[in-house]
């Protein structure tokens, strides 16, 4: 596929083990959604998806590969929005996307996993 007036400016990938993420969940309950997603509501009693969190770990963790940088600690992580949705694919907004950049992804899943791809365009 070709994009008219757009060239690839990064790629990034991330796989999330589903059991690695509940174990995480159990440590950690509330805490772990109020850090992956900031959507969340404190103190909500809306249920976790485990699954949801992995997928919106795994898209952050492309995030940080597809711009080449490495752990930017967790107020980096905490301010990468993920928007949209496991069948659609996502939007990214974030601080540390350059200037005339747009981040674009999808997610795939397997039995045992969530995975996130993250293809940074530039115009």
């Known amino acids: 596929m070709t994009t008219p007036g757009l060239r690839i ?28 997603d900031s959507s ?17 770990f795994a898209a952050k963790e492309a995030v940080f590969k597809a711009l ?4 930017m600690g967790i107020e980096g992580f905490q301010e990468i929005k993920v928007q949209g949705s496991p069948s659609q694919g996502f939007s990214v907004q974030c601080p540390f996307l350059p ?19 993250v293809i940074l365009w530039e115009s």
């Open 68 to 71: 080449g940088r490495s752990w």
């Open 9 to 36: 400016r990064g790629i990034g990938i991330d796989l999330v083990s589903i059991p690695r993420m509940r174990k995480f969940v159990k440590l950690h309950g509330q805490k772990a959604a109020e850090l992956l």
């Open 40 to 56: 969340f509501p404190p103190r909500s009693k809306r249920a976790l998806s485990v699954k949801h969190l992995a997928r919106l």
């Open 99 to 117: 200037q005339g950049v747009v981040a674009a992804g999808r997610f795939f899943e397997g039995k045992d996993w969530a995975g996130a791809q």
